[in-house]
């Protein structure tokens, strides 16, 4: 079955303790991307890649890092988490097409506690 | 710049009566657009999609969309509501040349009985 999935889905930390949120897909695509939800504010996106070794800055990067090392993976890592990105996360790929991205590919979410 | 204006953070409707969703979109190019849907405590999944063909593009469990170039628009409708219509619906445009999508705040559909 052609999915994307996340772990942990469900997540409680403390301030200051570093923790990765693992995205994999099984469809090849190029695409991947990690986006936060938070109430009234939509889904707004932290990072993406378009492919292997090439990752870029979505409208809010900060406190967070990615990788991608394999077309596959699309890990995303806290430093030092704080309260402020307790959050409901998504990871989503998509295949690259000419022109406008094509619908993207939506995990189950990560819904992380920060206390 | 690419962004989106869902016009309603909430709307109520009855049973069997029409839903209307109304998005307003800002481009510079040829924008492809999407309504993905998210019910409670689930990921989001595609409704519909307009992608330069047809502008009256139809998506799943009824719904779909009318793509206007004149009134930056494209409003998601259905004819008769469900009580499993009720969930958050989200507007997203994607313009050529970007990288990214870009998310309205969502419209949050209430059905009562």
């Known amino acids: 079955e052609a999915q994307v999935t996340q772990n942990p889905r469900y997540l409680i930390t403390v301030t200051g303790k570093k923790l990765t949120v693992t995205c994999s897909q099984n469809m090849n695509h190029e695409y991947m991307s990690w986006y936060r939800q938070d109430p009234g504010l939509g889904l707004r996106q932290i990072y993406y890649?378009?492919?292997?070794?090439?990752?870029d800055k979505g409208d809010v990067p900060e406190g967070y890092k990615v990788s991608r090392k394999e077309k596959r993976n699309f890990p995303l890592i806290l430093e030092s988490p704080s309260p402020n990105q307790t959050s409901l996360y998504f990871c989503?790929?998509?295949?690259?097409?000419?022109?406008?991205?094509?619908?993207?590919?939506f995990g189950p979410g990560t819904r992380l506690t920060v206390l | 710049a690419q962004s989106v204006t869902q016009l309603d953070s909430h709307v109520s409707v009855s049973e069997g009566t029409p839903v209307l969703l109304r998005c307003n979109y800002s481009s510079s190019y040829s924008p492809s657009l999407f309504w993905y849907v998210q019910h409670p405590n689930k990921g989001l999944q595609l409704l519909l999609k307009?992608?330069?063909?047809?502008?009256l593009v139809k998506g799943i469990n009824g719904f779909e969309a009318e793509f206007k170039k004149s009134e930056t628009s494209f409003h998601l409708t259905k004819p008769s509501a469900h009580m499993s219509d009720a969930a958050e619906y989200f507007c997203v445009v994607s313009d050529q040349g970007y990288s990214t999508l870009t998310f309205g705040k969502g419209t949050m559909l209430l059905v009562s009985p």
């Open positions: 307009y992608t330069s063909a047809a502008t």
């Open positions: 890649s378009m492919n292997v070794e090439v990752t």
């Open positions: 989503a790929s998509s295949p690259l097409s000419p022109g406008a991205l094509p619908e993207q590919f």
